[in-house]
């Protein structure tokens, strides 16, 4: 069989790999329009799940993925200067560059052909390249030219959140995944930090759009930007600054689609959907897609049967991991309405913002957490 993939992110490099894997003499391309070393943004999540399916689905890529991540079970959330630590919950932060290099490795290892600096930004431009394949992946993002080629099919919505952010990294370990909530003279900024290497972490920067517009962050230049955030958030960084890497403010946008199949085409990670990043990885949802697609291929061979039936077991759940993290996004857009609440409510009150997690669970997790919160129900009138 011949599989075109267009996008070198991790759905793409991920799926080619397992295609390798089940059948060796698959004809594998991959298009990509960066370098090999090109990359974006800083450090990426797994959970304990995903890296168990890793782990069953090619052990190659687990081992290399697990021994570059960095591990935490614990959430800090910082309120009003006091951070409350919640337990038992198991992830792992990698860097993204390290994660689609060792893809990109294993992808060699087995024969897939990569080809970079190839940017095809013209549906007409595939005629190029030897023929229509039999399997045409769509792993090529946000702005998916073959999502946008087959639109009509595909039905897609794409709707920008409120908020802005911006994706920056720091050398202060943040060990655990803490989440700051900062009160300035021109409204409140939230930040999502974790470690994902020895020597950095991750540090987004969220803000209600009339926290951007109505402050100076709206006047800082994309330049000058790390260092004045780095002020602001001085005490929780340690006096470390805060690193760019192409960052810039930007709003979320929520790609949904109402199939992610027609014909030989399907669409796998942020091509086909995208969710939210304070409650999951877009790099965690792309890999578990290019898993579910394999598995449909080693069930069914044939490129129809095994389009539909990706389709039918993973779409449901994606569509349903979304709703969660919607109610996430939604709850960070209207967090300045919950800062009147002491650190510990506040603390239960976002980690069951999305309805994932309950008391019970959470009680599961950490039962002193869930003591502690409890006792401050009982002495509040």
């Not at 800090?76 to 689609?100: C, L, Q, T």
């Not at 920056?168 to 803490?178: I, K, S, V, Y």
């Not at 020597?199 to 402050?215: L, Y």
């Not at 709206?218 to 470390?240: K, Q, Y």
Request: charged share 25%; aromatic share 10%; with cysteine.
């Amino acid at each position: 069989m011949r599989i075109l993939v267009l996008g070198g992110g991790p759905a793409g490099l991920y799926f080619s790999l397992l295609m390798k894997k089940l059948e060796p003499t698959h004809d594998v391309v991959v298009l990509e329009r960066n370098a090999p070393s090109d990359t974006f943004g800083w450090g990426v999540v797994f959970s304990a799940k995903t890296m168990s399916s890793l782990r069953e689905t090619d052990p190659e890529t687990y081992a290399a993925i697990s021994a570059a991540s960095e591990t935490w079970d614990n959430v800090d959330v910082v309120h009003r200067g006091e951070k409350i630590s919640i337990r038992g919950n198991d992830f792992g932060g990698v860097a993204r560059i390290d994660v689609i290099q060792l893809l990109q490795r294993r992808c060699h290892e087995l024969g897939v052909e990569l080809r970079f600096r190839t940017n095809v930004t013209e549906w007409s431009g595939l005629a190029a390249l030897g023929g229509p394949p039999d399997l045409l992946v769509g792993a090529d993002g946000l702005n998916s030219l073959v999502r946008q080629a087959h639109a009509a099919d595909f039905g897609p919505t794409l709707d920008a959140g409120r908020n802005r952010y911006i994706w920056l990294g720091t050398p202060r370990l943040f060990h655990g995944l803490t989440l700051i909530f900062k009160q300035t003279p021109a409204g409140v900024l939230a930040a999502h930090a974790y470690k994902f290497s020895k020597t950095r972490s991750t540090f987004i920067v969220e803000c209600p759009e009339e926290t951007w517009a109505a402050g100076p962050l709206a006047g800082w230049s994309e330049a000058e930007t790390p260092a004045r955030l780095a002020e602001v958030f001085r005490e929780e960084l340690g006096g470390e600054p805060l690193l760019s890497n192409a960052s810039r403010w930007i709003r979320f946008t929520l790609v949904k689609n109402r199939r992610w199949t027609t014909g030989n085409v399907v669409l796998l990670g942020d091509a086909a959907h995208t969710a939210h990043f304070s409650i999951g990885s877009g790099t965690k949802l792309a890999m578990e897609d290019a898993i579910a697609l394999a598995r449909s291929f080693a069930a069914h061979r044939e490129v129809g049967p095994a389009l539909a039936a990706f389709e039918a077991e993973r779409k449901p759940k994606v569509d349903a991991y979304q709703e969660v993290a919607y109610g996430s996004l939604l709850w960070f857009e209207r967090v300045k309405d919950l800062l009147h609440l002491d650190p510990i409510p506040f603390a239960y009150r976002l980690m069951t913002r999305s309805g994932k997690v309950d008391h019970e669970n959470l009680r599961r997790r950490d039962p002193a957490f869930i003591e502690a919160y409890e006792r401050q129900l009982r002495r509040t009138p």
